[in-house]
């Protein structure tokens, strides 16, 4: 069970969450250039790293708000948790 | 139903050569996959110039770690057809290995609790029928008649309306499955080499001419990952970019018990699934952590749900003990299909996105990736699930479809 820090709220069970994947995704500024292989790589091709990602989480059955957390995917550690106006911590998007 | 005795283990199943310089195809992961590649590109092309590379022990990655189902029944034409092809290949496979893994077609059993589940099921069972997959859609008290100890009370919270059932379908020691293809591989020639890490790939321009490892590098004429849930970290090494994220999924076993689960059960909308081992154990597996992760354990409220589930759908299993829980790291792709074929570099074929479903398709995915790899060109059964379909949007959409959710 991971203990995941709200910016709002504070640390709470992973139960409280609901996971958002990557972070850091912009929406395309001018869809309607796009060819099919920048659209694919939109909609489904996602970074999988083994170490550092930033994600998205919710806290669904808390304060309802969205924000990113760094994490470790080959460790499981929490690194930080950020709002989703603030940068990457460390830089990397 | 009795229980049936283990195999007995042959002397020795394989050598322990070192790599040579270069060979005709190297695979990369020497899982289920990877040794049933390896056996049919011997065995149906003729190409035995092979090497299975396993960067830790053979077939100690989701082959040892899997719920060992096995089944047929997935909605899409292009599904049905691959794990069809599948189940019988698996029907012949004791005989032709000579090795007797316990295959056994107890069948399988999943349930609908909501009335959309009932019409996704009868909808399924019919495409099934009509894809030559053997399925029936059966009522409360039919479900009790094939496994007695389920219960189909109505006054549970989310009570049996029906299921369907695909008698062919079943479970075989994975252990014995792994063993049996790599002995018979390595009578053909192929060199299965353990402790060997692919750590990047040998590149000349745009074609990928063989892969660096902890042990040196091995010139390939064509190369093919079958990694698994380390499938996108590994192509990345070779610039490949691939649309899978990587979960933690769980599965745990009960102390030995008498025979009194005579088939698999499945819920999807509980979530649990449940079978009983050969030696007796009660193994059960539910879905993915909702997390991506490497770290080969999940999370314990996922246990939590699966073992309410199991009690409230098994009252008898109650006063079971969970003996031990593990976990496995499986590739997800958008449309919970997997990706087999060319990649967009020259020489180098990717077998992944198996996600939480592979071990059943281990015959099939031999027989199309060795086809891919000593061809060249996909094999009819494995086209549409090429790299390309998450560009054109011809996508196989089996999620919920399948049976499972991912
Ligand atoms: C808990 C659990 C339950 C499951 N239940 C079922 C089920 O009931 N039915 C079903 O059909 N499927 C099930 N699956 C899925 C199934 O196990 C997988 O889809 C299937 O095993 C994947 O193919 P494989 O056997 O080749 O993978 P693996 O056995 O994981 O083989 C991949 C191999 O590649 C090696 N490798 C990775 N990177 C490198 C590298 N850089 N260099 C060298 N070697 C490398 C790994 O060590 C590993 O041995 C389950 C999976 C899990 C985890
Ligand atoms: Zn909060």
Same mark, same amino acid.
């Given at each position: 069970m991971l203990l995941i820090t709200c910016p709002w709220c504070g640390p709470r069970d992973e139960t409280e969450y609901h996971y958002g994947g990557q972070? %850091?995704?912009? %929406?395309? =500024?001018?869809?309607? =250039?796009?060819?099919d292989e920048q659209w694919a790589a939109y909609v489904f091709y996602r970074d999988n790293p083994k170490g550092p990602f930033a994600e998205r989480w919710m806290h669904s059955i808390g304060c309802r708000r969205w924000f990113n957390v760094l994490r470790d995917t080959a460790t499981h550690e929490v690194l930080t948790s950020y709002r989703l106006d603030e940068p990457r911590p460390g830089g990397n998007r | 139903m009795t229980a049936q005795p283990l195999p007995e283990h042959p002397d020795f199943l394989w050598r322990t050569p070192e790599p040579r310089s270069s060979y005709d195809v190297v695979i990369v992961g020497a899982g289920g996959h990877g040794l049933a590649t390896a056996y049919y590109l011997a065995?149906? /092309?003729?190409?035995?110039?092979i090497a299975v590379l396993e960067k830790?022990?053979?077939?100690?990655?989701n082959m040892a770690r899997n719920t060992t189902i096995i089944r047929s029944n997935y909605l899409w034409d292009e599904s049905a057809a691959i794990y069809e092809h599948a189940l019988k290949l698996w029907e012949r496979l004791p005989e032709e290995l000579d090795y007797d893994f316990l295959f056994s077609q107890r069948g399988v059993l999943n349930l609908a609790h909501t009335l959309q589940d009932v019409r996704e099921g009868v909808r399924r069972a019919n495409a099934n029928r009509l894809n030559g997959v053997d399925a029936q859609w059966l009522e409360p008290d039919e479900v009790a008649k094939v496994c007695p100890i389920l219960n189909v009370s109505p006054r549970t919270r989310y009570p049996v309306l029906g299921a369907t059932f695909q008698p062919r379908a079943g479970i075989a020691k994975h252990d014995h499955v792994a063993w049996a293809l790599a002995r018979r591989a390595d009578e053909l020639g192929v060199d299965l080499i353990q402790g060997c890490e692919v750590t990047g790939f040998l590149k000349d321009g745009d074609r990928v001419v063989g892969v660096e490892t902890n042990r040196g590098r091995i010139h390939a004429g064509r190369v093919g990952l079958a990694a698994a849930g380390h499938s996108s970290v590994l192509a990345e090494r070779a610039g490949v970019r691939l649309p899978v994220q990587s979960h933690p999924l769980q599965a745990l076993v009960s102390e030995l018990h008498e025979p009194v689960h005579p088939t698999v059960v499945m819920s999807n909308h509980v979530h649990v699934y449940v079978s009983q081992a050969h030696k007796g154990e009660l193994v059960m597996g539910a879905g993915v952590d909702s997390y991506n992760g490497y770290g080969q354990r999940g999370s314990f409220h996922v246990i939590e749900r699966q073992m309410a589930a199991a009690v409230e759908l098994f009252?008898?299993?109650?006063?079971? /003990?969970?003996?031990r829980t593990w976990g496995g790291i499986v590739d997800v792709t958008p449309d919970a299909s997997p990706i087999i074929g060319r990649t967009p570099v020259e020489n180098l074929y990717v077998n992944c996105g198996w996600g939480t479903g592979g071990f059943k398709a281990t015959p099939a995915v031999g027989w199309t990736f060795a086809h891919t790899l000593a061809t060249g060109e996909p094999h009819p059964l494995n086209a549409p699930f090429a790299l390309e379909r998450f560009t054109t949007g011809a996508l196989i959409d089996e999620h919920g479809a399948a049976a499972v959710a991912h």
């Open positions: 972070a %850091h995704v912009p %929406h395309p =500024e001018n869809p309607g =250039e796009l060819t | 065995k149906n /092309h003729g190409i035995t110039n830790g022990w053979l077939a100690g990655g009252p008898v299993f109650a006063r079971a /003990h969970v003996l």
